[in-house]
């Protein structure tokens, strides 16, 4: 590589991200990147509070802040990202990586050099989030996958506590496990003023079109568009939704019956019972919330 358009890098990696993998990624990418007469700064993300520290040094140093993690990590970096006005590298270190997926990121470590040297900043929508009511900035959460709520939410729980299963078999467990498990309810979602009721197991607010270590919840998503795409998956039997699962990975169960898609720029989801919201795999309260996309709000390099 030679002549690249980006020079000076600070990779902030979560130590834990694809159960431990995470650094020897970033190591591989780091001589790559130093081998072409790029500055590189390592260091590893402790917590939220260190890492929009980091990031509050790095962007006015000039440097590119590159995630290396999970998704989870990438939203929490982003935020901070946005607020800076910097540009953000991914390295997809963790066990879903579903926004990198979105964003055709490859993981191979020279591919992952050339995007981060010669990559363009390009403008992506995100997702903020925040309690229904509430308006001070202290109260929002940036999201960049998606906000879900509902049978997902508790799949997400059960990801948490099966890190002794292979990754590979993580999330699928997860679904079929909360599946059998999880009680529908009655869930009101505003789509731009427009009031929709339904008895769901979940709610999906999706920016970008994957969630789950490669479920296509919402095919239709684009990160460029402006717009948030709501899924509502239909209450039904536990053992047709069990079923149907193989459909979230390709995309095809939004032309199954009862399954209601929406689009629009702010969404309001709540409840008939306490469910707790998640995004990007990150527990982030109870319902009711409220989700807006920011346009183009966070400059990522892209292939």
């Known amino acids: 590589m030679t002549g690249p358009v980006n020079k000076r890098f600070r990779i902030l990696v979560n130590p834990v991200s694809g159960g431990g993998s995470a650094p020897a990624a970033v190591a ?5 990147l130093v081998a072409a007469g790029a500055e590189v700064t390592v260091e590893p993300s402790t917590s939220a509070e260190q890492s929009r520290a980091s990031v509050a040094r790095a962007v006015p140093a000039g ?6 993690g999970g998704d989870g990590m990438l939203a929490s970096l982003a ?9 953000l590298g991914i390295v997809p270190s963790g066990r879903g990586n579903d926004f990198a997926r979105m964003l ?12 981060l040297l010669e990559g363009d900043p390009t403008p992506v929508d995100v997702i903020e989030t925040r309690p229904a009511g509430r ?8 999201v960049l996958g998606s906000m879900y ?11 948490d506590r099966s890190r002794r299963l292979p990754t590979s078999l993580q999330y699928p467990y997860a679904a079929v496990r909360s599946l059998l498990s999880y009680r529908p309810c ?15 197991y979940s709610v999906v607010v999706a920016n970008s079109g994957y969630y789950g270590s490669g479920m296509h919840i919402a095919p239709d998503a684009d990160v460029h568009d402006g717009l948030l795409d709501v899924v509502v998956l239909p209450a039904g039997s536990r053992l047709g939704m069990v079923r149907r699962l193989p459909k979230v990975y390709d995309g095809s169960h939004i032309d199954l019956p009862g399954v209601t898609v929406l689009r629009g720029r702010s969404v309001d989801v709540a409840s008939a019972v ?15 919330r409220t989700a807006r996309v920011l346009p183009g709000a966070l400059s990522v390099l892209l292939p």
């Not at 308006?135 to 940036?142: G, N, P, S």
């Not at 009655?186 to 769901?200: I, P, S, Y």
């Not at 306490?274 to 009711?288: I, K, M, N, Q, S």
């Open 28 to 32: 591989r990418v780091e001589q790559l």
């Open 63 to 68: 440097e590119v802040v590159v995630a290396a």
């Open 79 to 87: 935020g901070a990202v946005v607020s800076a006005g910097g540009v």
């Open 104 to 115: 055709r990121i490859d993981g191979d470590p020279e591919k992952l050099a050339h995007c």
């Open 135 to 142: 308006q001070r900035a202290a109260d929002a959460t940036v």
């Open 149 to 159: 709520a509902g049978v997902d939410s508790l799949a997400s729980e059960i990801v």
């Open 186 to 200: 009655l869930f009101t979602v505003t789509v731009d003023g427009v009031r929709h009721e339904q008895e769901a």
């Open 274 to 288: 306490d469910v707790a919201a998640y995004g990007d795999g990150e527990r982030l309260g109870p319902l009711p």
